[in-house]
């Protein structure tokens, strides 16, 4: 029995692990093709690699596969294995306590914040917020003047009992392991990053800092990413999201990673390391580990993450069961990158991809012409308003009144309610998706403005 168990073990590594034929090739460019137009996707890099090579590498739209691309979230991947790295050497314990290395990290309730562990850190359980981690900080901005508003910011924390089961994902929790990295190590995390990630895998086209080759980033408006973005970030935020790399360097750091994972005594990190990397705290909202999101996609378990920074998207699967990784860059702020990695996986599995819906697309991208049919509708009523000879004053009626509440409500729910569905602020929104920002405040300034007038023109037949 047990050999006829371990037959067929054997056999199914064989099939899964087998490398790509010319049809699958086929099937998968055209997905992808399908993709980029789908979503008018202005350039897209893919590569799938086995435990021993790249095996498919292509582009699409007006991009090269040499190009960098600022891959946003992924970055925490390499902040974590650093941070596991460190631990290694015996600079730092992931249970080691916050406080430990930052005397500044305090929330309201000190008891609570001297128990926060870097694991809590590193897996997103530290008590800070999604929002939190939405605050960035100009270029220019000094690190000493960073590091007061993260403390006050940080000072505003209200979590009355440890351990924090609750699963909160945060950027400013990596914000965080770059202050402790730089703090143990005695060195800026750029030079750490070089030293720790890329001497170590030999990857020559990744970097912290911004390279000659990287691909020109752009911002969607309407259905198209047509506008240029220049990509500019404060240093305390690389780690937790604005490394840049190619699809080739990735391949090779995801591969070791999955070659690790799957006990190869060649790989260039240990199999400890790996797992740690790997293990995820299992709670009711999410299966996160160091840096990487744990899952079973179709029967297939797969570590993967994504990232979205303001001219850039990227996703990343390692699926060490197939012995395949999975990389996907576009230049452009949307959200292409995490459904064509999937449907290239479901393709490996020789399964149907599931195709994304466009509707949540294209709903958001047409609110320009929202704004338009706002801008007609106000100057129809202004003009009544002007024809009526300006009336203004108060009027007792509880309609017009109700109803000059009720425009007040949802022109302030532009900016306020709408933006924090997605745990953001209009600020956020502004810097990140540009033309849906300022569809934002043109709403709420509009629909403020429609109330007003219309609630003036009540007074002329009240």
Request: proline share 4%; aromatic share 10%.
């Amino acid at each position: 029995m047990k050999k006829g168990t371990l037959l067929l073990c054997l056999m199914y590594n064989l099939v899964m692990s087998q490398n790509i034929t010319t049809d699958k090739n086929l099937q998968i460019t055209k997905y992808l093709g399908s993709i980029t137009n789908d979503f008018h996707v202005p350039g897209m890099v893919v590569a799938i690699s086995n435990s021993t090579e790249l095996e498919y590498l292509n582009s699409f739209g007006a991009i090269s596969t040499d190009n960098n691309f600022i891959i946003g979230s992924n970055s925490k991947s390499f902040t974590a294995l650093i941070v596991l790295r460190l631990q290694e050497k015996g600079l730092l314990s992931i249970d080691d306590p916050v406080v430990k290395y930052l005397p500044w990290f305090e929330f309201q309730n000190t008891q609570v914040s001297n128990k926060i562990s870097i694991k809590n850190l590193l897996n997103h359980t530290s008590g800070l917020s999604t929002e939190m981690g939405r605050i960035f900080f100009a270029s220019h901005e000094k690190q000493e003047e960073v590091q007061l508003k993260i403390t006050d910011l940080i000072k505003s924390v209200a979590v009355d009992q440890y351990p924090i089961e609750r699963y909160d994902y945060s950027n400013l929790n990596y914000q965080l392991l770059g202050f402790i990295i730089e703090k143990v190590s005695g060195k800026e995390y750029n030079l750490v990053f070089k030293e720790e990630i890329t001497e170590v895998f030999d990857l020559k086209n990744t970097s912290s800092l911004l390279p000659k080759n990287l691909a020109q980033g752009y911002q969607p408006f309407l259905y198209y990413s047509i506008i240029p973005i220049t990509s500019r970030y404060h240093k305390v935020d690389i780690p937790m999201g604005y490394i840049n790399s190619n699809a080739n360097d990735l391949s090779t750091y995801t591969r070791e990673l999955m070659n690790a994972f799957n006990h190869d005594t060649t790989s260039i990190i240990s199999h400890k390391i790996a797992a740690e990397l790997f293990r995820s705290v299992d709670t009711t909202q999410s299966k996160y580990a160091l840096g990487w999101h744990t899952m079973t996609y179709k029967n297939c378990k797969i570590f993967s993450h994504g990232g979205l920074v303001q001219g850039f998207n990227s996703a990343i699967i390692i699926a060490p069961e197939l012995e395949k990784s999975i990389v996907v860059l576009t230049n452009h702020y949307g959200e292409s990158a995490i459904p064509a990695s999937l449907g290239v996986l479901s393709l490996l599995l020789n399964k149907k991809p599931t195709q994304p819906s466009r509707t949540p697309y294209f709903l958001i991208r047409s609110l320009p012409f929202l704004v338009l049919l706002f801008i007609v509708l106000f100057t129809l009523i202004f003009k009544k308003w002007l024809r009526n000879n300006r009336p203004h004053g108060v009027t007792k009626k509880p309609i017009p009144n109700i109803l000059a509440a009720l425009g007040l409500l949802i022109g302030l729910s532009w900016t306020l309610y709408l933006p924090n569905l997605f745990r953001a602020t209009i600020r956020n929104t502004l810097q990140f998706d540009i033309t849906s920002g300022l569809s934002l405040v043109l709403l709420s300034a509009l629909t403020l403005a429609i109330s007003i007038i219309l609630y003036f023109n009540s007074l002329k037949t009240s």
